[in-house]
């Protein structure tokens, strides 16, 4: 079901049995297959490739040359940047396909930046950031900053996307105001307020 509101470019190629949210817009030469669910308010700009088995939240971007294979899903507010790629098979063959494909999800307001390669059956924590270029080949904190091939945890940004400095005794406030703490393993940060 496409909603009345949604915005189709007249190159776009939404299949019969996709469901795209209400003011949604799909540009140009973008492919949204079967039984993949968009939600609301989200941009699918040109180039893009959805496949059926796929969940997008509402208010996602998914920018140019960015293919969602079975088993990915993008929740509220996650930004996926040019080019990036996800993989659902981690042992791919030619005319060989498995029974299921990896389950890779991206938490809510998860920013994965441009040409960044995510490997199969991750969690991308909520409010986390990938930078460009990225390999990711391991689970994502929430609020972790992680670059480098592979993705390696460099630091932790908020939720308005500014960095965070852990202070005394690991508590943070960013600029905007909210409250983190820093768990005592060092390998988790909690909001606490804002």
């Not at 809510?108 to 270029?133: H, K, Q």
Request: hydrophobic share 45%; charged share 20%.
């Amino acid at each position: 079901m496409i909603d009345p509101t949604a915005q189709l470019h007249a190159h776009a190629l939404v299949d019969e049995g996709a469901e795209i949210g209400a003011r949604t817009r799909v540009w140009a030469f973008a492919h949204v297959l079967p039984a993949a669910v968009v939600g609301a308010d989200c941009n699918i700009c040109d180039h893009t490739f959805i496949e059926g088995g796929v969940r997008v939240g509402d208010r996602v971007t998914l920018k140019c040359g960015v293919y969602l294979w079975d088993g990915v899903t993008a929740e509220d507010d996650v930004f996926i940047g040019p080019s990036a790629v996800f993989t659902n098979d981690r042992r791919p063959r030619s005319k060989r396909y498995p029974d299921s494909f990896a389950r890779t999800q991206l938490c809510r307001g998860a920013s994965v930046g441009a040409a960044a390669v995510v490997l199969p059956g991750l969690r991308i924590g909520a409010w986390s950031m990938i930078g460009a270029g990225a390999v990711v080949t391991r689970d994502v904190a929430d609020h972790a900053l992680v670059v480098g091939n592979p993705a390696r945890r460099v630091g932790w940004v908020c939720r308005c996307s500014e960095r965070l400095a852990p202070g005394a005794g690991g508590a943070i406030t960013c600029a905007c105001g909210a409250s983190f703490r820093l768990a005592p393993d060092g390998e988790s940060l909690q909001e606490v307020g804002t």
